[in-house]
């Protein structure tokens, strides 16, 4: 059974960093087959895409954030990470990291974490 | 960036109705069209890919149909549990983008 898994700090302070790390279970990080993904959700709003990481280092970036984030992976923890830089108080959502169906499949995130709250505030 | 207009941004209906929601996008994305059900507190879950594909395990009372930039999310005879929010995303190029939503509650 897949499962991903965020965890992280659930409070950062303006103008500095947000990092969250997403642990999955159940499937290779190391698959061709995936793309592993970030989507955010302000409190009330809809879903806003991140970016997504192949198990190779490839990225896709959101070009809205592209200057403050970056997504990395690690693929002997099964582990794929974001870190968003110089962040205000509207980076305040819930983060969910998600796979994403990629090679050989229709793309769509089809597993997702259960979300982590992270409040910018000082 | 591809914009994806949904329509309407909320709705009421009864256990038992037929929903329709639209989902317009800003240029032709073929069918490369997803949609997810929110229900509150919880991650999303996707219900239809391509357009009109049903995920796996997904009742077929769910439907999906269009392609170009004219697209439509049917359910075709509400259930209780079908009470939640309704997003499309497309895929056809980065940035992904996600429709604003479609909030659907009990009349």
């Known amino acids: 059974q897949v499962q991903l898994q965020e965890s992280g700090p659930g409070l950062a302070k303006p103008s500095e960093a947000l990092s969250l790390t997403c642990s999955v279970s159940?499937?290779?990080?190391?698959?061709?087959?995936?793309?592993w993904g970030w989507i955010r959700q302000p409190p009330g709003k809809g879903l806003e895409w991140i970016g997504n990481?192949?198990?190779?280092?490839?990225?896709h970036y959101s070009p809205s954030l592209r200057s403050r984030v970056i997504i990395s992976i690690d693929t002997s923890r099964n582990q794929f990470f974001l870190k968003l830089s110089s962040v205000t108080a509207a980076d305040t959502a819930v983060y969910y990291c998600a796979r994403l169906l990629w090679s050989g499949f229709s793309p769509r995130f089809d597993y997702w974490g259960q979300g982590a709250l992270v409040t910018v505030s000082s | 960036d591809i914009q994806l207009t949904q329509s309407p941004s909320s709705l009421s209906a009864s256990v038992g109705d037929r929903v329709t929601i639209t989902c317009q996008a800003s240029h032709d994305i073929t069918n490369f069209l997803n949609w997810y059900q929110q229900k509150p507190g919880k991650a999303p879950k996707v219900l239809i890919y391509d357009a009109f594909n049903l995920e796996a395990g997904v009742p077929s009372r769910f439907s999906g149909s269009g392609s170009g930039t004219d697209f439509t999310f049917t359910i075709s005879s509400l259930q209780p549990e079908d009470f939640a929010t309704y997003y499309c995303q497309q895929y056809d190029n980065f940035p992904y983008t996600f429709g604003q939503g479609t909030k659907l509650e009990i009349k």
């Open positions: 159940g499937a290779s990080i190391s698959s061709s087959r995936y793309y």
């Open positions: 990481i192949y198990y190779s280092g490839n990225t």
